[in-house]
């Protein structure tokens, strides 16, 4: 069974960083792709960044040049640094393999 647990999620005010892990088990996690997305308070849920099992990264233009996503296959991790947030970042953050879903952890940018 697939599982998929985020963490690093919290409060943090605009200009600041946080970093998101997504630890996944029951999977040979470096033969797939892997993705983050987000979704905000009364929106569809959204493409933030995917990684490919190579390694090669996929931005949305909103993020671009403010986060990075990356991976350790050998602890079966994948990370999202986040920069220069700002509120509009706010959402819950959810990492996917293979079409299965996290449970998602709260990124709250505010003053």
């Known amino acids: 069974q697939v599982q998929l647990v985020e963490s690093g999620g919290g409060l943090v005010q605009p200009g600041g960083s946080l970093r998101l892990s997504c630890a996944a088990s029951?999977?040979?996690?470096?033969?797939?792709?892997m993705g983050w997305y987000r979704q905000a308070p009364g929106k569809e849920r959204e493409l933030v960044a995917t990684?490919?099992?190579?390694?090669?990264?996929i931005y949305a233009d909103s993020v671009k040049g403010r986060f990075t996503i990356s991976r350790d296959n050998a602890k079966k991790t994948v990370y999202l640094q986040m920069n220069s947030l700002k509120p509009e970042d706010t959402a819950v953050y959810y990492c996917?393999?293979?079409?299965?879903w996290g449970k998602g952890t709260l990124v709250t940018v505010s003053s």
């Open positions: 996917n393999i293979v079409g299965i």
């Open positions: 029951g999977i040979i996690f470096s033969l797939n792709a």
């Open positions: 990684i490919s099992s190579g390694g090669r990264s």
